[in-house]
């Protein structure tokens, strides 16, 4: 299973970016996907998930500003960031738990990070 992640950038204070996150493979079915982030010698953080059903689940620190969202049938995960601030640089990283064939239970697969960087 592959997680390849799209759409970060540079972008002014209170300015909007979007990524997306693909997965494939021998997939089943995903369960829930998430975003997290990280600085460097920070601990990876969670930014959002969200269930195969659709509920979602945010960091305070975002709730208001970040929208994630998925396309069950393209196995894809979206994070559409609004009114971003510096504080929100960092590297984001796309998550899944896949049931692959061969597998009951579900895996966790990381994406590789996407850089967000927010100027001020």
């Known amino acids: 299973v592959q997680l390849q992640a799209s759409g970060g950038g540079v972008v002014q204070d209170g300015g909007s970016l979007g990524l997306s996150c693909a997965a494939s493979?021998?997939?089943?079915?995903?369960?829930?996907m998430a975003w997290y982030r990280q600085a460097p010698g920070n601990k990876r953080e969670l930014v959002a998930a969200?269930?195969?059903?659709?509920?979602?689940n945010y960091a305070d620190s975002v709730t208001g500003r970040f929208t994630i969202s998925r396309d069950n049938a393209k196995n894809t995960v979206y994070l559409q960031m609004n009114s971003l601030k510096p504080e929100d640089t960092d590297v984001y990283y796309c998550?899944?738990?896949?049931?692959?064939?061969?597998?009951?239970?579900?895996?966790?697969?990381w994406g590789r990070g996407t850089q967000v960087t927010v100027s001020s």
């Open positions: 969200i269930t195969r059903s659709g509920i979602t």
């Open positions: 493979g021998s997939i089943i079915s995903i369960n829930e």
């Open positions: 998550n899944a738990h896949v049931i692959t064939r061969g597998f009951f239970n579900a895996m966790p697969y």
